[in-house]
Antibody
Framework: EVQLVQSGAEVKKPGESLRISCKGSGYSFTSYWISWVRQMPGKGLEWMGR????????NYSPSFQGHVTISADKSISTAYLQWSSLKASDTAMYYCARRSWNYVVDYWGQGTLVTVSS | EIVLTQSPGTLSLSPGERATLSCRASQSVSSSYLAWYQQKPGQAPRLLIY???SRATGIPDRFSGSGSGTDFTLTISRLEPEDFAVYYC?????????FGQGTKLEIK
């Protein structure tokens, strides 16, 4: 069974750094890209970027390029989304999702809620 | 970047009725790489349709997708109570995916 299990909810202060994770299981982790999607409270889905775990090649949305870093450790089948300096506007639910063989996102993680507040 | 515009923003219908949701792209979507997702409160999105018209595994046949180029449609033939949710289209045919802003399907 394909599963993407994300790390737990985080509460951080503005200016702090953070890395959240997404562990894949039940499939060959290096064969499928992982995407990250943001959903701000009460708002829609925003595609942030994706990574090829086999070589860590990434694509970013222009809206997120330079604000976050997507990485992966294929040895432990885990992808990451990280911030070096959080802002209150980073408060959101973050989903990881698998990009299937035909390029569509087919499996989603359960989401990680990030709250940034002073 | 391809911009997707969904309409209407909110659709109020009754169970048993037919729902038609629209997704328009700012430029042609490559190879009909257009998907539809359903999201219920507190849940991750669920894939309904991919390739503009192919149903994902386990999706009831009351859900259908159509369209090509810049105009796409999701149709729910007879609404069931569990279908009331938010629906998003997504294009995934370019180097950067994008989502539409969503259509909320609510009970009338």
């Amino acid at each position: 069974e394909v599963q993407l299990v994300q790390s737990g909810a985080e509460v951080k202060k503005p200016g702090e750094s953070l890395r959240i994770s997404c562990k894949g299981s039940g499939y060959s982790f290096t064969s499928y890209w992982i995407s990250w999607v943001r959903q701000m409270p009460g708002k829609g889905l925003e595609w942030m970027g994706r990574i090829d775990p086999s070589d860590s090649y990434t694509n970013y949305s222009p809206s997120f390029q330079g604000h976050v870093t997507i990485s992966a450790d294929k040895s432990i089948s885990t992808a990451y989304l990280q911030w070096s300096s959080l802002k209150a506007s980073d408060t959101a639910m973050y989903y990881c999702a698998r990009r299937s063989w035909n390029y569509v996102v087919d499996y989603w993680g359960q989401g990680t809620l990030v709250t940034v507040s002073s | 970047e391809i911009v997707l515009t969904q309409s209407p923003g909110t659709l109020s219908l009754s169970p048993g009725e037919r729902a038609t949701l629209s997704c328009r792209a700012s430029q042609s979507v490559s190879s009909s790489y257009l998907a539809w997702y359903q999201q219920k409160p507190g849940q991750a999105p669920r894939l309904l349709i991919y390739g503009a018209s192919s149903r994902a595994t386990g999706i009831p046949d009351r859900f259908s997708g159509s369209g090509s180029g810049t105009d796409f449609t999701l149709t729910i033939s007879r609404l069931e109570p569990e279908d009331f949710a938010v629906y998003y289209c997504q294009q995934y045919g370019s180097s950067r995916d994008t989502f539409g802003q969503g259509t909320k399907l609510e009970i009338k």
